[in-house]
């Protein structure tokens, strides 16, 4: 079964959540980081949207 990834939109646009395989597929799409980077990122910055895109160099 394939996962139509466009379709994979986070249910919330503030945040970031990593607790969520499809929110975090969607990032890591949306960013094209892998899930280690997006996960570290998230652990030093917080879960802010704004401040994961920063810290990410996006």
Known sequence: MSANLKNCTP???SEVNINDTSEM???MQHWNVTEVELRKTVAEVGTEVDAVRVALGK
């Open 11 to 13: 249910k919330g646009d």
């Open 25 to 27: 597929r969607h990032w």
